[in-house]
Structure formats: C-alpha cells, structure tokens
C-alpha cells in the first residue's frame, strides 16, 4: 500500500472527468490568432449575451476556444478571463453547475475583478460560484519537470508556470514559448492533468524569460485547499502489511446546512436564470417548488407568483394510445392508360378555278426566249462595235436590241392574258 498527497492529484484525479485534450503540436499547422483579433471576438460577443441570444453566444465561444490554441502571444489575462466568464455565464444558464464552476474558476485564476456579461447582474448567483464552493486542490507530479530547451517557458491562462502544478477542476490554456516568444505548443487542460509530451524527469524550476513581465508570473484568485492522503492499492505488501485498517469509502460531499439556507439558496439562482430567460428559469423555480416547497421560506410565495403571472404558452399534448400515427410513403396514384387519339383524315377540297390558257403561255415562252436570244446577240453587236465602230454594227446592235425589249414585253403580256382568259384543264 502507498499514500499521496495533493501534489500528486494530476495523475490521480478524484474529482473531475478530464477535459478531452485537443493540442497544436510542434510542426503542425496553426494559423496565427493574434491578440488584436482575440479582443475583437470578445467585443462581438456583447450584443449576442444583450439580446439573451445563449446559441449565438455559445457558437462563437467554441470558435473562440479552438482558435486559442493558435493564439501568438501569451494569453492576455484580462481577455482570457472575459472568455472564460463568457464560458461561465452559458454554462450556468444551460443549467451545468459543473462547467460554470470550472470555467469561472478558471477566470479567477486569470483575472480575479474582471467584469461578467452584461446580462449578468451584480451579485447572480454564477459570480459566487468558485466562492461558495470553496478553494480547490493543487497538485502535479512530484518528480518530473517541464520539458524544453534554455529560455523556454509555459503559461498557463496568461500566468508563468514554473513547474507542473496546477489546479484542480480549472479549466486552462497551457503555452509554451521559446527564448524568441514564439508559440512552440499549446493545449487545453482539465485541472493538473499534464499531457506526458510536456514533461521529463527532474525537478528544475523554470525562470520567466526576458520578454515576459514578472508582475504576471504569480497565480491569483484561487486560493488552495488544504491537503489530504487517500490510499491507493498497488497489489503488493497486502501480506506484510496484514494490519492495515481500509480506508473508508468516501461519498459525495452532504450538504448538511439548515434547510432554509438552501431553499434561499436555491431561490436565488432559480429567480436569477429566470430574470435572464423566462422558460429556463420556468423549469428552474418549478424544481425549486418541487424541492422546498414545505420549508416555509417566503420566497415559496414569492416563486408561486412568479409561475402564476409566466404560464407557458406551449400546450403539453398527451398521444392518445389508442392513436399512433405511422409514417407512410406518399400515396401512389395510378393513371389509367388512354387509347391513343383517332384523327380523322380531312378531305381534301377541289380546287376550283382556272388555271389558264396554257397555249398563250406557250407562245409567251417561245417569245420570251426569242427576247433573250435577241439581247444576247444585241450584247454581241454591242462588243464587236466597240472593236470596229461602224453605220452597220450600229445600226445592228440598236436593232437587235429593241426587237429583244419589244419580244419580252410581248411575251409577259400574253403569259398575264393566258391567266385572264382561262380555257387551260382542271
């Protein structure tokens, strides 16, 4: 049998289910996330907590959370607690009592006056989260020591860790730097859990670099409980060590204050998520009256008042048993075939009419051709004047023409008058 005590909690957590671990290794590829750009996101959170707009908020909260691990610089501490109270105020309001503890305690340990979102007033219930549970276990390995070259440094939450203790139950934002300040790694990390990568044999403290402001090199805010011991079986000396009394089984903390103090405890978280959304807080206060609603506080009355002037406005509909409904596949209309369409065969209608004298239009053809025979010949005068100009050619080529001008016109009249005076077939 072995003992430890609070130091060695970060490879032995009792108290939490570890954070799942998501790093940005040496070598791979991280888009820088600056300082500028971290503040900015931060701004643009304001109207979405004002407009109560929880989905909107917690999406760009773990867009905020992934790109940390990119984050150039140290964490700012006042910026990183403004995120982690972000974190807290969803956490709280979705009705888990477990992130906003972790988170608001990881805003302490950062930044232990900075101011909550706006939809947060003074003196809600989340503000006193890390305080009314008390201050939590520290602890790490015992023998080992941050692993790097000289000059390295780790932060965690924008604060210089000297050697691998932390929290427990906080959530953290683990750097590390190299002597230039620039990000080697960095990490998400549930209490004193240290990944085994960052770590080596010794016990060598590491110094604040030259580039970083010592003022920031202590943790504030926090506190630390005091130690304890637990008994961890290792299967060996169980017969030597035959008179060691059992350790015994240790439960879950018992609330044992006065019932009135927690029912008013209870009333004022309930009334506070209600102030921020009516059908959170409805299920809230009708918990509330489930629990203590015999333990004669007035705030009883007060919480009844509150349901009865906020009813909700979605009806509760209760399936008849005797009426399932069950999907079925859209029905299937079936279109009966059709016959293809008769057509009926239109008559054709005689032409009626003339169609003219077809032996006039003969006699306009022959005479047309004549008068194309004639300008053919006329042309042919014309060519052998302008090459021996003579009375005869002249005379020829005038002649040949008008007779080729007088044939066609007597040929388009009697091929009109062949239309005119009918007398030609059906």
Known sequence: ?????????????????????????????????????FTADLDSLTPMFEAVDLEGAGTKLVDIQARLLCLDVVAPRADF??????????????????????????????????????IIPPGHPVTSLPDDVGPPLWGGPTDKQFAGDRGDAYFANGILLPTPRLASEVHFLVQRFDRRERLVS?????????????LVDGDKSFESPDWFDAANAEPVGLGEAESFSMVIDTGEGTETDPDIPEEPEIGPP???????VRAREAY????????????????????????????????????????????????????DPEQVVVDTPPAVVEVPDRPPRERT????????????????????YILGGSAVAMYGGAMGTRAAYNGNPSDG??????????????????AAGLFVTSFLVGGGDE
């Not at 972000?86 to 006056?113: C, H, M, N, P, Y």
């Not at 050619?393 to 016109?409: E, H, K, R, V, W």
Request: glycine share 10%.
């Open 1 to 37: 049998m072995s003992s430890m005590s609070a130091t060695a909690i970060g490879r032995w957590s009792f108290a939490s289910v570890l954070l799942a671990v998501s790093a940005t290794a040496l070598g791979q590829e991280c888009e820088p996330y600056t300082a500028a750009a």
């Open 81 to 118: 607690a403004r995120f982690a109270r972000g974190k807290a105020t969803i956490g709280f309001l979705q009705q888990d009592e477990d992130v906003a503890l972790r988170w608001g305690r990881s805003a302490k340990f950062a930044d232990v006056d900075g101011a909550w979102p706006s």
């Open 186 to 198: 960095a990490m998400w990390q549930d209490g004193a859990a240290f990944d085994d990568a960052m």
């Open 254 to 260: 018992v609330d044992d204050r006065p019932v009135e």
């Open 268 to 319: 004022e978280r309930a009334i506070g998520i209600a102030d921020l959304n009516e059908s959170q807080g409805r299920v809230k206060l009708t918990e509330f009256m489930g629990d203590f609603g015999d333990s004669g506080i007035p705030e009883i009355a007060d919480a009844q008042r509150w349901l009865d002037r906020h009813p909700t406005d979605e009806p509760v509909l209760v399936p």
């Open 345 to 364: 065969p239109r008559e054709r209608t005689p032409r009626t009419g003339k169609r003219g004298n077809s032996g006039l239009r003969t006699v306009s």
């Open 393 to 410: 050619m002249y005379y020829a080529t005038n002649g040949l023409t008008i007779g080729s001008t007088g044939a066609g016109a007597a």
